[in-house]
């Protein structure tokens, strides 16, 4: 019977890999963020804790799920060597920005982030829109103890600030915040972006990511 992972889990799985493809890197040391999924390691989709998945980039996904005859199918053995020496080396801390390829011109983010200020336990985050005009319907936070009691407006043309008041511990920690965006945009398709902010690093480390 298939599991999907909780939301908790997806969550743990894609700051882990901040969206790096396990097989890009391991096979061309390739760290570009991709669109992706989470794979079962095992190909037993029943199963679905943190160990049992991996975030792979769309095509290497199809590919690890293909059933071939005419060529070896990556093993999870494999996958799972793969996957720790990327976890290995974003833990070090080294920055991801000096070893990835050039954005081509059509990567432009959709999102991008304008202010960050942080004071007496709050931070108003400012995110503009670099892309199609869009309605917010919904921006949260999944981190732990982090909570967002307001943020506006909702109608998003091309150019427009997203707002938020982000209430954060008042000691606040070198730490990721996640978030997530809903919108819909002219032709009524939901779009959902994930967003990280980084203050573990200097400057602030900023990804805007669509994960549906």
């Not at 889990?9 to 882990?16: G, M, P, R």
């Not at 390739?30 to 037993?44: E, I, N």
């Not at 009691?149 to 998003?156: A, E, G, I, N, V």
């Not at 980084?198 to 400057?203: K, L």
Request: charged letters at 30%.
């Amino acid at each position: 019977m298939r599991r999907q992972p909780s939301e908790e889990t997806e969550t743990e799985i894609l700051v882990a890999s901040r969206r790096r493809c396990a097989l890009c890197y391991g096979l061309y040391g390739d760290l570009t963020p991709k669109r992706g999924q989470l794979a079962h390691v095992d190909r037993d989709s029943s199963r679905s804790e943190p160990e049992d998945l991996c975030y792979l980039c769309l095509p290497h996904h199809d590919e690890y799920d293909s059933k071939t005859s005419q060529s070896k199918r990556f093993t999870p053995s494999e996958l799972r060597r793969h996957r720790s020496a990327l976890y290995e080396y974003i833990k070090s801390g080294q920055p991801l920005a000096e070893v990835t390829a050039p954005k081509r011109a059509d990567d432009k983010p959709f999102f991008v982030l304008v202010g960050n200020s942080f004071s007496a336990g709050i931070i108003d985050l400012e995110l503009r829109n670099e892309g199609a005009p869009v309605n917010c319907l919904d921006f949260h936070t999944t981190t732990p103890g982090v909570s967002i009691p307001t943020w506006y407006p909702r109608s998003l043309p091309q150019g427009e600030l997203l707002r938020a008041k982000v209430h954060v511990p008042t000691q606040m920690p070198n730490t990721e915040y996640k978030f997530r965006m809903r919108v819909r945009d002219r032709a009524d398709a939901e779009r959902v972006f994930e967003i990280l902010l980084d203050f573990r690093r200097r400057p602030v480390g900023f990804d805007s990511v669509e994960v549906l």
